[in-house]
Each structure stands twice: as structure tokens, then as C-alpha cells.
């Protein structure tokens, strides 16, 4: 099972897939690159205009291509699904989307893969576990977007509220990618500053209603998008971005990825957002970092509803294979 580390497929070239290929063409982080859709024209044209732009980019082969051209893969990533529409919840996609997951996920494990899958699709979290379980696939080798892309919102947001870089923001939302997510305010700290100290530090004040504010800001960022312009897509893409940067480059970095929890926190028999250590052999392990008791309350509320979430599907029946996304 040979694995070529600089060879990456997106699955699914809507908004949100083709962005992500564009931001791996930015990035330069692989040398070939293929784009998968049900509909092949669309990939096709995605392919010949993201070659357009190879002369001011990396170095890149660019094609679309069939599951037989992914088996080598090193990532492997799937945003092949239903859109979340205004009005409706991540969780609303449930049964649609685990559909086409499957169909997706008959192709790839008829064949020899051995990369990593990064879920992108939503419901993330329940969508992580259904790919876990219906492929039959190590944990490590199978993880979600979670919320890598809900954790950058947060810390812009705090850096424009504290008047500081937002990359010295370090905090994590966690739990679901998704209503039930929380904010990890006992652990945020500015560059190693507790935000206590920070704001005493800046004449600065954070007040209880500053974080309730912050945290539903966050929460509700996606639904503020959608009715504005209909789809989120670029945010995604950096996160995507982000978390295939730790795979090629072995990081061992700490992202909030979506991992199939193995009694971590007291968890089992689901995905959630968790920081962990992301390196080249995908998930290396789950941090069960220190939470407050209203924290623990709400992971594990989170936690419940992830967990009745998929207990809704039937994830026992053997994977078919299905002739296109």
C-alpha cells in the first residue's frame, strides 16, 4: 500500500471543496492534486481554473480524476455533500449526508488507501464517527474539521475585543462543531498571560457578559454568514488548510480536530471537537485538558447530543459500492 505524502484529493468541488483546493494551490504543501464530483464536468473546470493560476503558485499537477486515482493518496479530504441552508441546523443533514458518506466511503475502501480522511462535511462530528465506523479504518487515520475553524473565529473575535494580534489568542471551543459547542474561558490566555492578568496588564475589562457575548458571536457565526451570502467557505478552507499543513509537515501540533473519543473524558461511542495532536500519521492523541464544572456540565450535554445524533443512523450495514459521489 504505497502512500505518496505530497498527493491530496478533495471530494466534492462546491464552494467549500474547491476553496480548500484553492487554498492548498496557495499553500504548495503537495505536488498533485486530485478533484472528485459527482458531476465531472464541474470538476474538470475547477481543475483547468486553479491550473491557470500554477504559474504564480507552487508547483502542482492539478487533474480530475476518478477513486482510482486517489488509492495512493496521502489526505484524502470529503466536503461532498448537502449544503446547510438559512434556517437549518449542521445536525439537520444528518441522514443526507451520512447517504452520500457512504456511497463516498464504498468507493474509497473498495480500494487499497492507506492516507488519512479529513471529514469536512456536516454534521462534522457525527459524520467523523459514521466514516470511522463504516470504513472499518483506524482512529488516527480518520478525523473532522471540528472546530478548528469555530476556535480561529474565537480568537479574532477576542483579539478585536482585547486590541491584540489574534494569534496570541490561544483558547478552544470544543464538544459539537455546531449549537451544543462550548468555549474553554478557564484555560484562554493571552501568549501565555491568563486573561485576568492580560486585561489588568491593558487597563482592559472582560465582563461576564463580554464572554456570553463572544461565545453566542462565535456560535451563531455560520447561520450570520449563511443569511448574508449563503454558504460559508473560505474560514473552512484556512482550517482545512491548517490541519493538512500539521499532517505534511509532521507539526505534532494541537489542533481542536473531530476525533473518535476511546474514553477520553469518560467518552465513548462518538466523535467530538477536542484538542489534539495532529502530526503525519493523522491523530496522534486526544488532550484531555483541564475544563471548570459548567464546562464539564456542557461537553458532556454536547457529548448527549452527539451521541443520540447518531444513534438515529444505522451505521452496522456493510458499505456498498456506488458508481459515483
Known amino acids: 500500500m504505497n502512500v505518496n505524502p505530497r498527493k491530496a484529493a478533495v471530494i466534492g468541488c462546491g464552494y467549500v471543496g474547491a476553496s480548500i483546493a484553492f487554498r492548498f494551490l496557495q499553500q504548495g504543501l503537495f505536488s498533485q492534486m486530485v478533484l472528485l464530483d459527482v458531476d ?24 480530475a480524476g476518478s477513486y482510482d486515482d486517489i488509492t495512493d493518496c496521502a489526505l484524502v479530504v470529503i ?3 448537502a449544503n446547510q441552508k438559512p434556517g437549518e441546523t449542521r445536525l439537520d443533514l444528518i441522514e443526507k449526508n451520512t447517504a452520500i458518506l457512504r456511497a463516498v466511503l464504498g468507493e474509497i475502501t473498495a480500494r487499497e488507501f492507506g492516507g488519512i480522511l479529513l471529514i469536512v462535511s456536516n454534521p462534522v462530528d457525527v459524520l467523523t464517527y459514521a466514516a470511522w465506523k463504516i470504513s472499518g479504518y483506524p482512529r488516527e487515520r480518520v478525523i473532522g474539521a471540528g472546530t478548528v475553524l469555530d476556535t480561529g473565529r474565537l480568537k479574532q473575535l477576542m483579539g478585536e475585543e482585547l486590541k491584540v494580534d489574534s494569534r496570541n ?49 462565535v456560535r451563531d457565526s455560520a447561520y450570520e454568514i449563511i443569511r448574508r451570502k449563503g454558504a460559508t467557505y473560505y474560514g473552512i478552507a484556512m482550517a482545512a488548510g491548517r490541519i493538512a499543513e500539521c499532517i505534511v509537515k509532521d507539526e505534532h501540533s494541537v489542533l481542536p480536530v473531530s ?4 474514553g477520553q473524558y469518560g467518552l465513548e461511542g462518538l466523535a467530538l ?52 459521489v
Open 40 to 63: 465531472r464536468d464541474r470538476a474538470e473546470g475547477e481543475a483547468m481554473d486553479l491550473s491557470d493560476g500554477l504559474p504564480y503558485g507552487a508547483a502542482m499537477e492539478i487533474t
Open 169 to 217: 489568542i490561544h483558547a478552544f471551543i470544543i464538544g459539537e462543531h455546531g449549537d451544543s459547542e462550548l468555549a474553554v474561558w478557564s484555560e484562554a490566555n493571552v501568549s501565555g498571560l491568563a486573561l485576568e492578568d492580560f486585561c489588568r496588564i491593558r487597563k482592559r475589562e472582560l465582563r461576564p457578559e463580554d464572554f456570553q457575548r463572544l461565545y453566542r458571536e
Open 79 to 81: 466536503t461532498a455533500g
Open 259 to 262: 476525533a473518535v473519543l476511546d
Open 273 to 324: 471537537s477536542i484538542p489534539s495532536v495532529v502530526g503525519r500519521n493523522g491523530l496522534e492523541d486526544i488532550l484531555e485538558i483541564p475544563l471548570s464544572w459548567e464546562e464539564d456540565r456542557a461537553l458532556r450535554e454536547s457529548a448527549r447530543q452527539m451521541q443520540a445524533a447518531i444513534g438515529s443512523l444505522d451505521l452496522g450495514a456493510k458499505v456498498p459500492a456506488f458508481p459515483g
